[in-house]
């Protein structure tokens, strides 16, 4: 049975999409789509930006989540119905309100355009201590720092450096390999 290290499943940063720090959205979007077009290593694609900075260390990660947040109107109204929350209304009830406000409003192109001029350091996510993971680190304990902390990914480090991003369809694609080898060999 193959014994799994981090390094042994992790995209190197060299092969993940990246933008430095003041980067629009529209240069991320462009970097993922390419990413994801010459990455071929598993039929999973890239689903996040990580950001560097000058000195071309990783210092936040755009998810697609992230991305989609940019799109959300920003007003008085907005912030009025995510308010309501906190006075017991149920999440269906603020979602017709949010249907309601979307429908009264004209559609505009000038949300995306918008958006694509925003810059990549108001939306991304900065790391956690939770979310490195060592490269020699085993197949079993980074599916525990995954599960333990809800992360979708993990920042591979090699000598406090990172190197490489975890991502959880990589150590699941792992884990049911070695499912298969196990139940097999019985």
């Known amino acids: 049975m ?17 933008v430095a720090v003041g980067a629009t959205l529209s240069e991320a979007v462009v970097a993922l789509e390419k990413a994801q ?3 071929c290593h598993t039929q999973y694609s890239h689903r996040a930006v990580l950001i560097l900075d000058k000195n071309k260390q990783v210092v936040g990660k755009l998810s697609q989540l992230d991305f989609l947040r940019s799109l959300e109107p920003k007003d008085e109204e907005i912030e009025r119905i995510k308010s309501i929350g906190k006075f017991g209304f149920s999440s269906k009830s603020i979602a017709l309100q949010r249907e309601q406000y979307h429908r009264s409003i004209p559609p505009s192109k000038d949300i995306y355009a918008n958006a694509a001029r925003l810059k990549v350091d108001v939306f991304m996510q900065t790391h956690s ?6 490269e020699d680190t085993s197949l079993e304990t980074a599916v525990h ?7 979708l990914a993990l920042l591979v480090t090699q000598r406090k450096k990172i190197v490489g991003i975890l991502r959880m369809s990589d150590v699941f694609a792992a884990a049911f390999h070695v ?3 196990v139940e097999a060999t019985g």
């Not at 193959?2 to 990246?18: C, F, G, W």
């Not at 201590?129 to 060592?134: K, L, Q």
């Not at 995954?146 to 992360?151: A, C, D, N, Q, V």
């Open 129 to 134: 201590e939770g979310e490195y993971v060592n």
């Open 37 to 39: 077009e010459e990455y």
């Open 2 to 18: 193959k014994q799994y290290r981090v390094k042994d499943l992790m995209v190197p940063i060299s092969e993940y999409a990246t």
């Open 179 to 181: 499912m298969k080898e």
């Open 145 to 151: 720092q995954l599960i333990s902390g809800r992360h």
